[in-house]
């Protein structure tokens, strides 16, 4: 798609609130531009940073992606999960979030097998980081519909409905996910509940990002979300739902989240939204040339796509659902924006900024789960950048902070 910066930008220019969002933007990149190392940093900023927690996003399929066909190929890069998950320990993480595809969890007779997944679960344990399991229709990494023609054809009976479309509980694919979902939700029960902190049933749900444009609807994500609440009931294991920083699909969540609630008031605490916080994108040239910009400027302009996203924070805090970041931008947006991840006073200033937009408290350590480890491992296993080791040795010194 052809975008005319120049236009686009003129017209950012006319929407009420713009100067102040764009100075405050600018304030706070040159904030985070004055610290010269990660002791200065954390020094500067140790009481709000004793109230997150920072935490990873993990593909096992990405993670082989990264190594096999990815700019960093190496065939001599040894993704062992031993090695992984042994860096993820040497880096403090005590949560991680990730998802189960369906195309790697069902056997011939798409019944779920837990075969692919159990090592990894296995090393979550071993190392003590508590897992946050994504097993949706959609879940996370593209194409975020993570199932193959196959196994389509055979849920649909060979009439497939591709083309952008909204999915409800009655759809059969629908029907196929929620009960895939209930033999996942056994597994962990049996084999990992000690291990589980959280169940995320879909990912990003009521946007058609994604290759095959689909969403679900309210419907489907109120049973997919009441699946989740009634499997773990007594039991701690929280119930998370994320969205973009974007007013329509965060209050389309905050919906579903609030009908449950009124069905199971006493639940509220075990709620979770997580939001997902860019600063490098195909739109991050609006608020100045230097491409200075991320998702958290666009829910401060007073737009109707993203101008109510701080009314949504707010109403469901005073519900008792807590907020959290299910994706924190330290991966490049290829070809263009290579700097996420690889740049210590970036990372400082997205850290920031998601900070201002969280609900930061003393009754609970945020999670803050980065995203983008997988390239970072592979540059990690090579001979790593100043930057990048000062990236590391911040995430670390942050998870190592006492309350």
């Given at each position: 798609?052809?975008?005319?910066?120049?236009?686009?930008?003129n017209?950012?220019?006319?929407?009420?609130?713009?100067?102040?969002?764009?100075?405050?933007?600018?304030?706070?990149?040159?904030?985070?531009?004055?610290?010269?190392?990660?002791?200065?940093f954390?020094?500067?900023?140790?009481?709000?940073?004793?109230?997150?927690?920072?935490?990873?996003?993990?593909?096992?399929?990405?993670?082989?992606?990264?190594k096999?066909?990815s700019?960093?190929?190496?065939?001599?890069?040894?993704?062992?999960?031993?090695?992984?998950?042994?860096?993820?320990?040497?880096?403090?993480?005590?949560?991680?979030?990730?998802?189960?595809?369906?195309?790697?969890?069902?056997?011939?007779?798409?019944?779920f097998?837990?075969?692919?997944y159990?090592?990894?679960?296995?090393?979550?344990?071993?190392?003590?980081?508590?897992?946050?399991?994504?097993?949706?229709?959609?879940?996370?990494?593209?194409?975020?519909?993570?199932?193959?023609?196959?196994?389509?054809?055979?849920?649909?009976?060979?009439?497939?409905?591709?083309?952008?479309?909204?999915?409800?509980?009655?759809?059969?694919?629908?029907?196929?996910?929620?009960?895939?979902?209930?033999?996942?939700?056994?597994?962990?029960?049996?084999?990992?509940?000690?291990?589980l902190?959280?169940?995320?049933?879909?990912?990003?749900?009521?946007?058609?990002?994604?290759?095959?444009?689909?969403?679900?609807?309210?419907?489907?994500?109120?049973?997919?979300?009441?699946?989740?609440?009634?499997?773990?009931?007594?039991?701690?294991?929280?119930?998370l739902?994320?969205?973009?920083m974007?007013?329509?699909?965060?209050?389309?969540?905050?919906?579903?989240f609030?009908?449950?609630?009124?069905?199971?008031?006493?639940?509220?605490?075990?709620?979770?939204?997580?939001?997902?916080?860019?600063?490098?994108?195909?739109?991050?040239?609006?608020?100045?040339?230097?491409?200075?910009?991320?998702?958290?400027?666009?829910?401060?302009?007073?737009?109707?796509?993203f101008?109510s996203?701080?009314?949504?924070?707010?109403?469901?805090?005073?519900?008792?659902?807590?907020?959290?970041?299910?994706?924190?931008?330290?991966?490049?947006?290829?070809?263009?924006?290579?700097?996420?991840?690889?740049?210590?006073?970036?990372?400082?200033?997205?850290?920031?900024?998601?900070?201002?937009?969280l609900?930061?408290?003393?009754?609970?350590?945020?999670?803050?789960?980065?995203?983008?480890?997988?390239?970072?491992?592979?540059?990690?296993m090579?001979?790593?950048?100043?930057?990048?080791?000062?990236?590391?040795?911040?995430?670390?010194?942050?998870?190592?902070?006492?309350?």
């Open positions: 798609m052809n975008i005319n910066k120049d236009v686009l930008r017209v950012v220019k006319l929407v009420p609130g713009y100067r102040s969002v764009k100075s405050e933007l600018m304030k706070d990149w040159e904030y985070a531009h004055t610290f010269k190392s990660p002791e200065e954390i020094n500067k900023e140790k009481h709000r940073l004793s109230k997150i927690q920072l935490g990873f996003n993990f593909s096992p399929p990405h993670m082989m992606w990264v096999e066909e700019r960093l190929k190496d065939p001599k890069l040894d993704i062992s999960t031993k090695l992984v998950f042994d860096w993820f320990k040497g880096l403090g993480f005590k949560i991680g979030r990730m998802e189960i595809r369906i195309d790697r969890a069902v056997d011939k007779d798409l019944r097998s837990s075969e692919y159990d090592k990894y679960l296995e090393a979550f344990r071993r190392n003590k980081i508590k897992a946050i399991i994504n097993p949706g229709l959609k879940a996370a990494r593209w194409p975020e519909i993570h199932i193959t023609n196959e196994i389509l054809n055979r849920i649909y009976n060979g009439k497939v409905p591709y083309g952008r479309r909204t999915i409800g509980s009655n759809d059969p694919l629908a029907r196929f996910v929620l009960g895939f979902q209930n033999e996942v939700y056994a597994w962990l029960k049996r084999d990992f509940l000690d291990v902190s959280v169940i995320q049933p879909e990912n990003e749900p009521m946007t058609d990002f994604g290759a095959l444009k689909w969403k679900v609807n309210k419907d489907y994500l109120f049973k997919s979300v009441e699946n989740a609440v009634k499997t773990f009931e007594g039991l701690d294991v929280g119930v739902l994320n969205s973009p974007a007013f329509g699909s965060m209050r389309d969540i905050d919906d579903v609030i009908s449950v609630l009124k069905k199971y008031p006493n639940i509220g605490d075990r709620l979770i939204v997580g939001v997902n916080h860019y600063y490098k994108h195909p739109y991050s040239f609006l608020f100045s040339n230097e491409d200075i910009t991320d998702t958290y400027a666009f829910t401060q302009l007073d737009l109707g796509l101008g996203l701080k009314r949504e924070k707010e109403r469901i805090v005073s519900e008792g659902i807590k907020i959290m970041t299910t994706e924190l931008q330290v991966e490049p947006w290829y070809p263009e924006w290579r700097s996420p991840g690889n740049n210590f006073n970036e990372f400082v200033f997205v850290l920031l900024r998601n900070m201002k937009f609900n930061l408290n003393d009754t609970w350590k945020t999670p803050m789960l980065l995203w983008g480890m997988e390239e970072m491992y592979a540059n990690a090579k001979t790593p950048s100043k930057w990048l080791r000062d990236i590391m040795k911040t995430v670390r010194t942050i998870n190592n902070l006492s309350d």
